[in-house]
């Protein structure tokens, strides 16, 4: 009895209860939004200004960007984990390589850099240039450099001079209150060269269970562009239900499980505006039995019209513009008491938010804590997806080793 008290009073406080908040929230520290020192910086001051106990951040792709969200919130988050936490510090570049000025060379030869959208830009460069016979974080580090326009200068400073942009693959940093248990980058096609490397961090709380932080793949257009995928996937949508499917395996023996980050895709909840996206992989996880307290008790768009910033991102990948929930924090096992939207104030002495998303905040029920968390498994038939077009390469498949 005086549990239920409590639990109604405090409605998420950590007093009667113990609760914990999970935070997720895409930066966008990407050259393609503005302003990106001037929002690393206010994201770098303010991420726990919730009081979040575990944090998700996505788009934190240059090492040098980890390290200064680390370090400035190291009292407040004594425990993070991201793949720059498993390098070296004095590693070379990423593009210390050779084969790179041949690259350069044909991107400027065969005129790519004067295509008229970024779409045509990248396809000229990806199908002309022979760019994926580069390592992958040089790959991935000369996608970063010039996400914002092609800039031999920023490529070299970024890529080649200095080991200042080194990538922190796949753009992930949690930051914890408490420790992580068993912390383990993995990705999603460790051993294809892709334009950029898509994965996730798995680790455990001592009080939620099994987390998973992680950025599926976006819509980005109708034409796909990887050229070493397109024997496996036909479509970005192909890709998102493939690595919607290897989240919810990696979890699937867990009692109690988390998948929180931007998932790039949603449902459409109508009383908000707000229009579906990817919905065969958002589908796929109520399906396995996750919940999602956001959608239930708020609905608000985390990737939303009113945001300039957003629209920015619409225009670079010629995408209809829309209301979106893309930014989930969905629970398998637990139970969800408290959520909100964060992160959706406007940057003091600017005209824009920190971010091209919004973030969501979900508070769960700790271990112990309450009788019993029914799991259900009650979606449709008619939701279940399989692309007959995927190929699955079993090695590339396996995270167990």
Request: hydrophobic content about 35%; charged content about 20%.
């Amino acid at each position: 009895m005086i549990r239920w008290l409590c639990f109604f009073l405090l409605l998420g406080a950590d007093l009667c209860s113990g609760q914990t908040r999970l935070m997720t929230y895409n930066a966008g520290l990407l050259d393609t939004i503005p302003l990106k020192e001037e929002r690393r910086d206010y994201v770098s001051a303010n991420v726990g200004h919730t009081d979040a106990d575990i944090i998700c951040l996505q788009e934190i792709w240059l090492a040098s960007d980890v390290d200064l969200i680390v370090s400035f919130n190291q009292l407040q988050y004594p425990y993070s984990y991201s793949a720059r936490h498993d390098l070296e510090r004095n590693l070379l570049p990423p593009c210390a390589n050779v084969s790179l000025a041949g690259v350069l060379f044909k991107i400027l030869a065969n005129g790519c850099t004067k295509k008229t959208n970024s779409g045509e830009q990248a396809k000229c460069i990806l199908e002309k240039t022979g760019v994926m016979n580069l390592p992958q974080r040089c790959i991935s580090c000369l996608a970063i450099a010039a996400s914002g326009g092609f800039s031999p200068t920023k490529i070299s400073k970024d890529c080649v001079l200095t080991s200042q942009g080194e990538v922190n693959l796949p753009g992930l940093l949690v930051l914890s209150k408490r420790p992580l248990l068993y912390p383990l980058v993995k990705y999603f096609l460790p051993f294809t060269k892709t334009t950029v490397k898509r994965g996730f961090i798995h680790f455990q709380d001592e009080y939620v269970g099994d987390i998973a932080c992680t950025h599926l793949t976006p819509n980005l257009g109708t034409d796909y562009l990887e050229p070493n995928l397109r024997g496996l996937f036909n479509s970005y949508e192909d890709q998102h239900f493939f690595e919607s499917v290897i989240m919810e395996k990696e979890l699937s023996t867990a009692p109690r499980a988390v998948i929180m980050g931007d998932l790039n895709c949603g449902p459409r909840v109508s009383n908000t505006n707000v229009k579906e996206e990817f919905q065969f992989g958002y589908h796929q996880f109520l399906i396995a039995g996750y919940e999602n307290p956001y959608i239930d008790r708020a609905g608000l768009c985390t990737y939303c019209l009113d945001n300039p910033l957003t629209m920015d991102q619409n225009q670079l990948t010629a995408t209809t513009p829309a209301n979106n929930v893309l930014d989930h924090v969905l629970l398998r096992g637990i139970r969800g008491t408290v959520v909100q939207r964060v992160f959706t104030e406007i940057i003091p002495g600017l005209s824009i938010p920190p971010s091209d998303h919004y973030g969501t905040e979900t508070t769960v029920v700790n271990k112990g804590n309450e009788f019993q968390v029914e799991i259900k498994f009650n979606v449709p038939n008619q939701y279940k997806y399989t692309p007959w077009n995927i190929k699955r390469p079993k090695q590339e498949i396996g995270f167990n080793n």
